[in-house]
Structures are given as C-alpha cells and as structure tokens.
C-alpha cells in the first residue's frame, strides 16, 4: 500500500457514515449560458465525455456533463467544447471553472506538522503557496480551479464550492 492509498484510507475511515453533503454540480468551463445544459444536452450522445482526456466529464442521468475532480482535473484544453454539436459548449464562451477551492486547515496534513507537498506538486498554476514549511494557502488569483490538487491531496482537505456565476 502506497503512502498516499493510506493516509486516503486513514481520512475515509474517519468520516462518519451518516454524513450527507449536498452534490456539487460542476459544469465544463466552455458554456455561456447556463440554462442550455438543461434544453440542449438531453439531444446529445455526450461526445464531450468521450473526449475529455483526463476523463473527468461525466454525463448525468439527465444527459447533462458534469466535472467529477475527484481523480484528475481539467486542462483546459478545449477538446469538449470543440466537439460540442448543440454549441453548448463553445471555445469563444472559455471562463474558468465556476468554483472555489480552499484548504480545510483542520484536515490537511501540513498544518498539522506532517510535512506534505501533494497539493502544490500538480498545480499547473503555482497556486498554492507555504506560509514556513507547513501552512500550504491558495493563491485566488492565481488558481483557475482546475481541480488537480484535489484529487492529489491524501487527507481530503481541500474543499470545492459552486460559485454563481
């Protein structure tokens, strides 16, 4: 077992089993209005999943792609927004992703003294920053939501939010 694979299984087991979080919809960052997910994608076969390299669009019961960040993030790289026959997704409407993502100081390892760069590793961006050796921060400005250190972190202490857009 991998170190990462048990300081995942040492977090899950914590959790308590009665805990339900309301679903966070994420939507791919290529769409200008919000709606047309709804209209539009119920006609398609969901090809912008298909193609999504990091494999992270996932099409909903409803027909509509969601991100799913737990595993990978997103690129940007425009592969679903330019196989997008109903133009939902376009690569004129590219914007970031509509979330904010934070650090759980209560849950990640190197606010606790464990020294730990999981997060800060995969970020494209430079985004996230140590504050001494053991306080990791997210630089808003920088971080365009991607998601890639969500998925890396081995305690589960970065938090994703919707925000409206």
Do not use: H
Request: hydrophobic letters at 35%.
């Amino acid at each position: 077992m991998e170190r990462r694979e048990l300081f995942s299984f040492l977090s899950s087991s914590l959790k308590g089993e009665g805990s339900k979080e309301k679903e966070i919809i994420l939507r791919p960052p290529y769409y200008n209005d919000i709606n047309a997910f709804d209209t539009e994608c119920k006609n398609c076969e969901g090809i912008c999943a298909t193609l999504c390299q990091e494999q992270i669009i996932i099409i909903s019961e409803d027909k509509t792609p969601k991100l799913n960040l737990s595993k990978s993030g997103c690129t940007y790289c425009d592969d679903c927004a330019t196989a997008c026959e109903f133009d939902v997704l376009n690569v004129e409407n590219k914007r970031l992703i509509d979330a904010g993502i934070r650090i759980n100081e209560s849950k990640c390892l190197s606010w606790q003294g464990v020294m730990c760069f999981s997060c800060k590793d995969p970020c494209l961006e430079d985004a996230i920053e140590f504050k001494a050796m053991f306080m990791p921060t997210i630089d808003q400005e920088k971080c365009t939501a991607c998601g890639f250190c969500i998925s890396r972190c081995p305690s589960e202490a970065i938090d994703i939010k919707v925000i409206k857009s």
